[in-house]
């Protein structure tokens, strides 16, 4: 359904992808985990081609997505639906325009029809009355819902999540993730999130694969994760600041000056 | 010297690659135009925008310049008796000059920022990619009824301030100075030639599109969060000034001689 090979990426000199590969089978849930700056929103960028790779392939129902115009690559879009991390809603519309967006673009509908139909997706995903409101009226929770129901909107067959939990609170947080759960039973749709909330993932995903400098390096059923016997993987998922994993600008080692 | 050179060679070069991403984003605007579906409702909120929002403060701008015009002629003028061509001054200053620069910097001080500064917003929190993921082109969405806004609008606004600004004149040289009305009149229609006024809407249009143009390449292109936004909104209404001092030279000299 979903496959990369050998991807390469850089920005400037930064390097952040190098020579990813990653299988995604249909109807699968599939979670990337990776430490912030790694580079996974830009694999999802890749997956729905927003970014075009340096080098490598992204096959989606075995067509090659980086050779394509910008035609065809927008008619393979149609079969995607996205949440953004900060759920990135329009926010000139109010909150039925931006769930209605695709079905005005690219559906002859009349606007009450697509209204109706907003209204109905937005109940989906647990909001009721709010079609009218602007986004700016809505709390982070709330955005993240209504992100949610104008990425279904278009009954696409591949939704990708970018951090649909980061920024919530524990609550709010487990309310998405028992939606996006849902989203897979009710929708059958193939699904792909990121996240580096280990909670979340455990929760919503069939395997897990691990990013880490630019490849993946460990990829398995949730229990298998949790029993991992590398160790960049236990350190990730038990959140040490101790271990292989460097952290950015901090030295491992502390030196205490007493007087 | 070494570093003054190697610094100047960067700049150039810099300077070459932004000029090319610009012309590369206008061809990739001009292209978008033609392929349907078109973008009508969007492109009618920027003409709003665009005409309609600038015009209180552009008719404030052109009746003032029209009036201090007639003044400072009139009494500099009056000095070797020339007053009575008040009413040519005026009118060719506005149409060829005044009106066209005026209202073009005006609108890349409004139209311009606020079109960096919502493109700007819209790339950092990520509406830019959400569209693309809806699978809208953003340039054909965001920068074409801009782009065409811009073009017709600026001319639009611009014949309004050339008549604002005659009229500023006429109110000073003939309600404050006593000079007659009929020469006034006489003097402003008798050298004002067509090619005057559309000339000068061909500038008009020329710097709309580039005020266009340029604030949402600005907008467009942002990176790094709410500073960048800031950036880009003010080298926006920078670049787009500069475009417009510049490129009127250019263009009178090519238009006017
Ligand atoms: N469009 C871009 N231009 C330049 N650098 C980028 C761009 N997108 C991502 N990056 C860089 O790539 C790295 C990975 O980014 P990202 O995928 O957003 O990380 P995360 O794993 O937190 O989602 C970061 O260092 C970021 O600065
Ligand atoms: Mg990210």
């Known amino acids: ?123 989906m995903v647990g909001l009721v009355g709010v079609e009218n409101l602007m986004p700016s009226e809505l709390s982070g929770g709330m955005k993240k819902r209504v992100g949610l129901a104008r990425a279904i909107a278009h009954e696409p067959e591949i939704l990708l999540y970018d951090e649909p939990t980061t920024g919530l609170d524990p609550i709010t947080a487990d309310a998405i993730n028992e939606l ?80 | 010297m070494t570093k003054l050179i190697e610094n100047l060679g960067r700049t150039i070069i810099s300077f070459t690659a932004e000029l090319g991403r610009i012309i590369m984003l206008l061809l990739e605007t001009i292209k978008q135009t033609f392929i349907p579906p078109y973008e009508i409702r969007n492109t009618f909120v920027q003409m709003l925008e665009i005409g309609i929002r600038s015009l209180p403060v552009v008719l404030v701008t052109a009746v003032f310049t029209g009036m201090v015009f007639a003044l400072q002629t009139y009494t500099g003028f009056k000095r070797f008796g020339a007053e009575s061509v008040v009413g040519t001054v005026v009118a060719l200053s506005m149409t060829r000059e005044l009106g066209p620069v005026l209202t073009g910097l005006i609108v890349a001080g409004r139209a311009g920022a606020a079109m960096a500064a919502e493109l700007g917003t819209m790339r950092v929190t990520e509406q830019i990619d959400a569209l693309e993921t809806l699978a809208t082109n953003p340039v054909k ?34 309600g404050i100075f006593h000079t007659s009305s009929v020469v006034y009149w006489k003097r402003t229609w008798d050298f004002l030639e067509a090619s005057d006024i559309y000339n000068g809407l061909i500038k008009a249009c020329f710097f709309g599109g580039s005020i266009a143009l340029v604030s949402c390449y600005r907008g467009f292109y942002t990176s790094g969060g709410a500073e960048g936004v800031g950036k880009a909104t003010t080298g926006a209404v920078v670049l787009s000034s500069m475009t417009i001092l510049i490129s009127d030279y250019f263009l009178s000299n090519w238009l006017f001689r």
């Open chain 1, 1 to 123: 359904m979903i496959r990369l090979e050998g991807l390469y990426k850089s920005f400037g000199a930064k390097e952040v992808l190098r020579g990813l590969d990653l299988e995604i089978g249909k109807g699968e849930s599939r979670v990337v985990i990776g430490g912030s700056g790694s580079g996974k929103s830009v694999i999802l960028k890749h997956i729905i081609g927003i970014l075009r790779p340096d080098k490598g392939k992204v096959f989606i129902n075995d067509a090659d997505i980086t050779v394509l115009r910008d035609r065809e690559l927008y008619e393979i879009r149609k079969k995607f639906g996205m949440l953004f991390q900060m759920a990135a809603l329009f926010d000139s519309m109010n909150v039925w325009e931006n769930v209605g967006f695709a079905l005005t673009r690219h559906r002859k509908m009349k606007l009450s029809d697509i209204r109706e139909i907003a209204i109905e997706k937005l109940k």
């Open chain 1, 180 to 259: 996006i759960v849902e989203m897979r039973e009710r929708l059958s749709v193939t699904s792909v999130a990121i996240t580096h909330d280990m909670n979340s993932a455990y929760k919503i995903a069939d395997r897990i694969s691990m990013l880490y400098e630019g490849k993946i390096i460990e990829t398995g059923t949730p229990e298998e994760i949790r029993d991992t016997g590398n160790p960049v993987v236990r350190q990730f998922i038990t959140g040490s600041a101790v271990g292989p994993i460097k952290v950015e600008g901090v030295s491992n080692e502390k030196h205490f000056n007493r007087a």
């Open chain 2, 141 to 174: 969405y965001l920068i074409v009824p801009r782009f065409i806004s811009g073009l017709t609008m600026l001319p639009a606004v611009t014949i309004v301030a050339d008549i604002i600004g005659i009229i500023g004149g006429y109110v000073v040289t003939v």
